[in-house]
C-alpha cells in the first residue's frame, strides 16, 4: 500500500485566495483526521472523520476553513480566504477501526 | 494549560546512551501513541498501547493508566534516532491531544 497520499505537497499561495488540501487515506481504514503543525502551537486536530462522517470538528479554527469527505477514499480541507496566519504543515492521517494512525507526508502551506 | 506534558523538551546523548522521555496526562484515556518526527517533517507512530509495555528493536514504551504517565525508552541509541517524539493520548473516541514534543539529538 502506498499509505497516506496528501496533495499538493507544497503550496505558496497569496492572502484571500482559496487554498484546497486533499488527501487519500489508506484502502480500508475508516478513520481519517487532519492536522496542522505551527511552531507556536505544534500538532493541533482540526477534524475528524469516521465512515465518511465527521465526528469532532471543534478544532476547525473558524469559517473559513471547511472539511469534506464525499467517499471512503478521498477527503478535503478547504481555506477560504486564506490568511498568512493559516501558514502551518497539515498532515492528513488515517486509521482502522481503534488502530494504529497513519500519516500521510503533509502538505506546507505558506500564504503570503 | 497543556493536558499533556512531557520531560525533557530537549535532549542530548551519545551514541549508545539509554534514553528516556516522560509523558504525564492529565485525565483518563483510552491509549496513547508515541509519534516519531524526522527533520524532514514526517510523522510516523512508533507505538500505540493502552497498558503494559510493547517493544519493538531498541525502542520499549510503557504505561501506568492508573498514575496517568507513560515512558518511551531507547536502548543503545544511534544519530539516526534524532528526531522529535511526541507523546500523544488519546482521548474519548480518537481523539489525539499532542504533547509538545522532546526533541532528541545523539551525536555520535
Redesign the interface.
Known sequence: DAGVIQSPRHEVTEMGQEVTLRCKPISGHNSLFWYRQTMMRGLELLIYFNNNVPIDDSGMPEDRFSAKMPNASFSTLKIQPSEPRDSAVYFCASSSEKGTQYFGPGTRLLVL | KNEVEQSPQNLTAQEGEFITINCSYSVGI??L?W?QQHPG?????LF?LSSGKKKHGRLIATINIQEKHSSLHITASHPRDSAVY?C?PIYN??????G??TRLQVFP
Do not use: E, N
Open positions: 483510552s491509549a501513541h509519534l517533517g514526517g510523522i510516523v507512530s500505540m511526541i500523544a473516541t480518537d481523539k489525539l491531544i499532542f509538545t514534543g
